[in-house]
């Protein structure tokens, strides 16, 4: 399994911006399906967004698209999710995952390795 470490979360106003990190340990980065999932309080988890182990194929959950970006640097085993023009219902806390599936058949359940998460504020 890989091992995954967020950074970047925190508190900002509604309308701002914030950039996530997720620093993968490993070779074989480039083989994973990468994703980001959130969990508000009350709430199940979900994902976000997702990207294909080349970076050619992403996805997104609906009420982010046009907003979020997520993205991939191979050489820095590291996947990054852009998220601007901020809302208060996108407080919750973002957990970066990786799948082993390659992206034609990769679920939201066939995420397997977790970072401990980090928590994004979103005040109005």
């Known amino acids: 399994q890989v091992q995954l470490v967020e950074s970047g979360g925190g508190l900002v106003q509604a309308g701002g911006s914030l950039r996530l990190s997720c620093a993968a340990s490993?070779?074989?980065?480039?083989?994973?399906?990468m994703g980001w999932f959130r969990q508000a309080p009350g709430k199940e988890r979900e994902i976000v967004a997702a990207?294909?182990?080349?970076?050619?194929?992403?996805y997104y959950e609906d009420s982010v698209k046009g907003r979020f970006t997520i993205s991939r640097d191979n050489a820095k085993n590291t996947v990054y999710l852009q998220m601007n023009s901020l809302k208060p219902e996108d407080t919750a806390v973002y957990f970066c995952?990786?799948?082993?599936?390659?992206?034609?058949?990769?679920?939201?359940?066939?995420?397997?390795?977790w970072g401990q998460g980090t928590q994004v504020t979103v005040s109005s």
């Open positions: 990207i294909s182990g080349s970076a050619g194929s992403t």
């Open positions: 490993g070779h074989t980065f480039s083989s994973y399906t």
């Open positions: 995952a990786a799948s082993s599936d390659r992206w034609s058949i990769v679920k939201a359940t066939s995420f397997g390795s």
